[in-house]
T-cell receptor, first 115, second 114 residues
Framework: GNSVTQMEGPVTLSEEAFLTINCTYT??????LFWYVQYPGEGLQLLLK?????DKGSNKGFEATYRKETTSFHLEKGSVQVSDSAVYFCALRAGSGAGSYQLTFGKGTKLSVIP | EAQVTQNPRYLITVTGKKLTVTCSQN?????MSWYRQDPGLGLRQIYYSMNVEVTDKGDVPEGYKVSRKEKRNFPLILESPSPNQTSLYFC?????????????FGNGTRLTVT
């Protein structure tokens, strides 16, 4: 079946540091890949997505590139801010078939940014 | 404002007492889904619905029921709650289930079963 593995947290960074959160996946076919973010006390919201190999998703200074050869979708940001403190979830949707109705989520990585 | 509304936000109940968590969306979305979030386990899908009167099991459906009689509402029913159903629950919706439109999440319902 489909699965998503992301780096264990929590991750603590100083403001303006470089961020990488690793995400690798296992899926049949050609999945679509997503990063969702959850701020304290809220539901998840879509941060960025990529639907085919070599696509780069970007939003709010965050980027992730769909790498089919390494089955990865690592999240990066060049300079984090305190307001980026949240839990980040990597997710995939199978390319076709019954499973394409389901999003499979990783376990989440909590990021804390200190001033 | 486009939103997914869950109620209640917090709920404490006792083992075996039936409860319903409501979910409503105002975006005319076809697809709706319930997830539970547990420490160390991330989000796991309970049930989903592709449209009115069409529902299917997710990864952890045991002990839960759902219904989709109207497009906007997708209640989650626990007929006989047990302590292992203590969790943070999220309802989500998207325009269609099989495209890449974003999932819109509610703010969650924290359920404690004693």
């Amino acid at each position: 079946g489909n699965s998503v593995t992301q780096m264990e947290g929590p991750v603590t960074l100083s403001e303006e540091a470089f961020l990488t959160i690793n995400c690798t996946y296992t899926a049949t076919g050609y999945p679509s890949l997503f990063w969702y973010v959850q701020y304290p006390g809220e539901g998840l919201q879509l941060l960025l997505k990529a639907t085919k190999a070599d696509d780069k998703g970007s939003n709010k200074g965050f980027e992730a590139t769909y790498r089919k050869e390494t089955t990865s979708f690592h999240l990066e940001k060049g300079s984090v801010q305190v307001s980026d403190s949240a839990v980040y979830f990597c997710a995939l949707r199978a390319g076709s078939g019954a499973g394409s109705y389901q999003l499979t989520f990783g376990k989440g990585t909590k990021l804390s940014v200190i001033p | 404002e486009a939103q997914v509304t869950q109620n209640p936000r917090y709920l404490i109940t006792v083992t075996g007492k039936k409860l319903t968590v409501t979910c409503s969306q105002n975006m005319n979305h076809e697809y709706m889904s319930w997830y539970r979030q547990d420490p160390g386990l991330g989000l796991r899908q309970i049930y989903y619905s592709m449209n009115v009167e069409v529902t299917d099991k997710g990864d952890v459906p045991e002990g839960y029921k759902v219904s989709r009689k109207e497009k906007r509402n997708f209640p989650l029913i626990l007929e006989s709650p047990s302590p292992n159903q203590t969790s943070l629950y999220f309802c989500a919706s998207s325009s269609r289930g099989q495209d890449n439109s974003p999932l819109h999440f509610g703010n969650g319902t924290r359920l404690t079963v004693t």
